[in-house]
C-alpha cells in the first residue's frame, strides 16, 4: 500500500526533446507529491512538488501533471537540455506516515546534446 | 549554502575496522534519515529518527546503527565494515511538511 511505481528505469532525450516520466501510487491517503533531482556525486534535491487538489504545476521548464481518479502523476521537462541529465525521483506522502517519504525507484535521464 | 553536512565525503577503509558517518543540521529539523543507495539507483532508507533518543529502523536491513543525543547530530556507525558495505550513505532531515533535505553523501568503500 506504501508503493510508488516508477517508470522508464532510464530515459534518453534529444536536446529540445520533452522527457516524461511516470508514477503511479496506490495509497489514496497520500497528499504530498514531491519530485527529486540527483546529480552523480550528490544528493537528491527537491524540485518540485504537488497537492492533490490541482491537477498540474509548472516551474519553469518542469511541470508535473496530477491525476488523482488514475492514482498517477508525472514529471515533464519541456525543452530538454544536456544539464538536466541526472536521476529523476518521484515521492508521496501523507500525515498518518509522520511524513516519512514514500520513494520511487527513479529514473535516469540522459539529455543528448 | 547546504544545511546538512555530511562527512566524510569518501572513505576507503579495510574489512573488519569500525567507521563512523558524520551528519549534522543546522536547520533544526525533528526528523533525520539515512538512506544507502548504489550511485544513480533506488533510495534504500535504513534509519530513521523522530527526535532526540528515537531511532527506529528502516525498510533495508543493516548492520548499522544510529544514535540521535542531538537535534542536529545523527551519526552512523559500523562496528566491523565488511567488503557489502561499499554503497552511498546518503543523510536527510525534515520539518515533516515540506519534504527532506539531503546531504551530499558519504562514499563508503570497504576493501
Known amino acids: 500500500q506504501q508503493q510508488v511505481k516508477q517508470s522508464p528505469q532510464s530515459l534518453i532525450v534529444q536536446k529540445g526533446g520533452i522527457s516524461i516520466i511516470n508514477c503511479a501510487y496506490e495509497n489514496t491517503a497520500f497528499d504530498y507529491f514531491p519530485w527529486y533531482q540527483q546529480f552523480p556525486g550528490k544528493g537528491p534535491a527537491l524540485l518540485i512538488a504537488?497537492?492533490?487538489?490541482?491537477s498540474e504545476k509548472k516551474e519553469g521548464r518542469f511541470t508535473i501533471s496530477f491525476n488523482k481518479s488514475a492514482k498517477q502523476f508525472s514529471l515533464h521537462i519541456m525543452d530538454s537540455q544536456p544539464g538536466d541529465s541526472a536521476t529523476y525521483f518521484c515521492a508521496a506522502t501523507h500525515s498518518g506516515s509522520a511524513r516519512q517519504l514514500t520513494f520511487g525507484s527513479g529514473t535516469q535521464l540522459t539529455v543528448l546534446p | 549554502e547546504a544545511d546538512i553536512y555530511q562527512t566524510p565525503r569518501y572513505l576507503v577503509i579495510g574489512t573488519g575496522k569500525k567507521i563512523t558517518l558524520e551528519c549534522s543540521q543546522t536547520?533544526?529539523?525533528?526528523?533525520m534519515y539515512w538512506y544507502q543507495q548504489d550511485p544513480g539507483m533506488e533510495l534504500h532508507l535504513i534509519h530513521y529518527?523522530?527526535?532526540?533518543?528515537?531511532?527506529e529502523k528502516g525498510d533495508l536491513s543493516s548492520e548499522s546503527t544510529v544514535s540521535r543525543i542531538r537535534t542536529e547530530h545523527f551519526p552512523l556507525t559500523l562496528e566491523s565494515a565488511r567488503p557489502s558495505h561499499t554503497s552511498q550513505y546518503l543523510c536527510a532531515s525534515s520539518p515533516g511538511a515540506r519534504g527532506y533535505t539531503f546531504g551530499s553523501g558519504t562514499r563508503l568503500t570497504v576493501v
Open positions: 504537488i497537492r492533490p487538489d490541482v
Open positions: 529518527s523522530y527526535g532526540v533518543n528515537s531511532t
Open positions: 536547520m533544526g529539523h525533528d526528523k
